[in-house]
């Protein structure tokens, strides 16, 4: 007798489920796997299963088959069996249900078993994943391929793995996060996967960098397009909606298009009183010409260029739509439109380029022609609807002198800005509840009560292997400053014999050591290895080199020193009963160390930090890299402690500084009492593994990063952050100014 009947037969409503299902099911399956498939299916129903969710399943297996190999099932029914085990059997059903509402009949169900196993695997660390999913399935599947769903669940765990109710917002698509991570999921391309490859194609084909902005968004978007800024392209950080494997031709295609402009089209179009459908046709125009003078050079850019030219030769008249077919008919020699206005600019175009190729002013005359004859069909313009065909192309906005004066050359650090603001105007018509005053949007020279933007830097989340989710805005603090003279004045008077010997440690760390130049032809000292290479050529019969002398020479050491200084409010405990705080003795130390720096003429800059969130990490300039020693100790004497130590964005700000030096040595030194926290955080360890990403970029960048950490507990964030061997635990802080030179020594005498 069959096992399961047997096992039925007090449950006649289910019973005669089964029955009807096995005849359905079992002449699809060989043996083995009709016994597979029954073994898994009664170890299901003792987990509860319950009828509703046995003839959901029967029904989902019923109609995936004959295209789905039989080896599947006992694998689906085993993903269904723990996904009722640990969410229940309602949650289980609702998500069955939803699945085989999506079914096409006789389809190959393996991507639905690979579905379901995935979720069963997140919901051992989720249960609530399966109803709530289950509900969200439709928008999903809209957007991602059915395999993809795990990964984006997996997502939830990772950001919230001790939160239940952000998770569920997160399923739900309620969560902003979440939407950012369908985005990245949905094609799962982003432009900086391709940064490398492309720098390099743009390298071999244009012999030019690449200079790109990425613009982030939530989505992906079909209007989504480039835009040239000057030298710098700004380029969608996420591919618009197309098949995965299609979108890396999309970014290899829209950088190349740029670059095309950027090698071909040597002056800015005026745009006079051009209406914005000239404008439109001369940039048409002027991709094609571009385009057409690379392929020239390079025959296998059409190849790139052509997948993405898909525009039918129809019957439609509008005027986006005949401008895509004219768009296709100049990039593509095979294709055929009857339509006499696309001949007419066809025809047009490749009279003007076989004479005179390299004179992008035929654009203008042939748009004009073209933009006239649509006038004269009555075939209206609405360029706040027009979107430029294909996708790969740019908006057209950057080939135009919209000020008519060519010298007004868009500054580097304004495009990037203006970059963040590329889609501004749509998204705050499309998405009313959008905010678009976030510090990405800011430019750099807006300021509200809390200070004006330096920066906007991206966070490292460790959880999702990413820096695509969060940001953090680095704002300019201003620090009161305490005339002298003041405490801090006074304080580095007492401490003179140490001045006295921390100027001395720089001093010879500025002298370097002495360092032997072998093979000279003249010197203070004969080489003796050369000599003896000497006897043996003439002794060979061969000709001696001469260099026979070695002269000793002291290297002047070549280094730029930033020194950050962590002023959140944990500083601000004394260092001793009645006596300074960390602050005031860290103040200190920097005193007298940069004071020594000054008389050595040494290159260095200071800067405090702390936080208040994300949108606002304050950092205060005490002195940079031009400014002279004067004002330091009136700003080091006016710092005080207070908020938190979001330190990863303060690490990244002033590294970029450093990096713009012009030192054989770059050093960045961070003071700081203990490890990364701030308000919105509750993973101890999502700040320090941010802070630890910045470290690492510093390190890419060819800065060396050490910290002093103050206490005695201090250095077990900081070693993971640093590196043990680049932190240096001060336990008495009272140490602190004779230890920071000392490290400065050790640093830079190698």
């Known amino acids: 007798m069959d096992p399961i009947e047997r096992e039925l037969r007090d449950r006649p409503d289910i019973l005669d489920a089964y029955r009807f299902a096995s005849r359905r099911i079992s002449p699809h399956l060989s043996a083995e796997e009709a016994a597979a498939w029954r073994a898994g299916i009664l170890q299901l129903y003792r987990v509860n299963a319950g009828p509703r969710l046995l003839r959901a399943l029967w029904m989902l297996q019923a109609r995936i088959l004959p295209q789905t190999p039989g080896s599947c099932l006992p694998a689906l029914t085993d993903a269904v069996r723990i996904l009722c085990h640990e969410s229940g059997a309602r949650a289980a059903g609702d998500l069955i249900e939803a699945i085989t509402g999506k079914l096409v009949f006789c389809e190959d169900g393996r991507k639905w078993q690979a579905l379901l196993a995935g979720l069963a695997a997140v919901c051992v660390r989720a249960p609530e994943a399966t109803g709530a999913i289950a509900s969200s399935l439709s928008p999903l599947l809209d957007r991602l391929d059915a395999s993809d769903i795990p990964g984006w669940a997996e997502d939830a765990v990772r950001l919230y793995p001790a939160d239940r109710r952000s998770r569920l917002r997160y399923f739900a698509l309620d969560d902003p996060a979440a939407r950012h991570r369908l985005a990245a999921h949905e094609g799962a391309v982003r432009f900086d996967a391709h940064r490398e490859r492309l720098s390099y194609l743009a390298r071999a084909l244009f012999a030019r960098d690449l200079m790109v902005q990425p613009v982030v968004t939530e989505t992906r978007r079909a209007s989504a397009r480039t835009r040239l800024a000057g030298p710098v392209i700004l380029m969608p950080d996420l591919a618009p909606p197309m098949s995965r494997d299609r979108s890396p031709a999309y970014f290899e295609a829209a950088a190349v298009h740029a670059l095309c402009h950027q090698r071909f089209t040597t002056r800015r179009f005026s745009p006079g009183r051009m209406k914005p459908l000239q404008m439109a046709l001369v940039s048409l125009l002027e991709d094609a010409r571009v385009e057409r003078l690379a392929i020239r050079d390079f025959s296998g850019l059409r190849s790139l260029f052509l997948p993405f030219h898909t525009a039918a030769a129809t019957n439609a008249r509008s005027a986006g739509a005949l401008m895509a077919r004219l768009a296709r008919a100049l990039a593509d020699p095979s294709f055929n439109d009857d339509d006499q206005w696309v001949g007419k600019g066809r025809a047009l175009f490749e009279a003007a380029f076989a004479e005179t190729p390299e004179d992008q002013s035929f654009c203008e005359t042939i748009a004009r022609v073209l933009g006239h004859d649509l006038g004269q069909m009555r075939i209206p313009f609405d360029a706040k609807s027009y979107i430029v065909e294909p996708i790969y192309r740019d908006d057209g906005v950057g080939l135009f002198d919209m000020d008519e004066r060519e010298e007004n050359e868009p500054d580097p650090q304004e495009i990037v800005l203006e970059g963040a603001r590329i889609e501004q105007a749509d998204d705050a018509e499309d998405e009313p509840g959008t905010e678009t005053g976030s510090a990405r949007h800011q430019p ?120 950050l200084i ?185």
């Open 566 to 750: 962590d002023s959140s409010q944990s500083t601000e405990a004394a260092v001793a009963p009645g006596g300074a705080t960390i602050l005031e003795t860290a103040a200190l130390a920097t005193g007298l160390f940069a004071e020594a720096l000054d008389r050595l003429r040494d290159r260095f800059a200071v800067y405090s930090f702390s936080s208040d969130g994300p949108e606002n990490v304050r950092l205060a300039t005490i002195k940079d890299f031009q400014e002279g020693f004067g004002p330091v100790t009136e700003r080091l004497a006016g710092l005080t402690p207070g908020l938190s130590t979001r330190m990863g964005a303060a690490l990244r700000h002033v590294s970029v500084g450093l990096a713009s030096q012009s030192a054989f040595r770059k050093v960045l030194l961070v003071i700081t009492d203990g490890e990364p926290s701030d308000r919105d955080v509750t993973d101890p360890d999502y700040l320090i593994e941010d802070a630890r990403h910045a470290v690492a970029q510093g390190r890419d960048r060819g800065l060396d990063l050490f910290c002093i950490a103050l206490g005695e507990h201090a250095d077990r964030s900081a070693s993971r952050i640093f590196g043990r061997r680049n932190t240096s635990l001060v336990q008495r802080v009272s140490d602190l100014p004779a230890r920071l030179s000392e490290l400065y020594f050790r640093l830079t005498v190698s």
């Open 444 to 563: 750099a020279d807006q300021e509200d009560d809390r200070g004006p933007v330096l920066g906007v830097y991206r966070e490292w989340d460790y959880r999702l292997h990413s820096d695509a989710l969060a940001e953090a805005s680095v704002r300019a603090a201003t620090v009161p400053t305490i005339a002298a003279p003041n405490w801090l004045d006074r304080a580095m008077g007492e401490r003179r014999r140490e001045a006295e010997r921390i100027a001395a440690l720089v001093r010879r760390a500025r002298m370097g050591r002495p360092q032997r130049g072998r093979r000279r032809m003249e010197g203070d000292d004969i080489d003796l290895d050369m000599l003896v290479e000497t006897m043996i050529a003439r002794a060979s019969g061969q000709t001696p080199d001469p260099r026979i002398y070695s002269v000793k020479r002291r290297i002047e050491r070549d280094v730029a020193l930033t020194v």
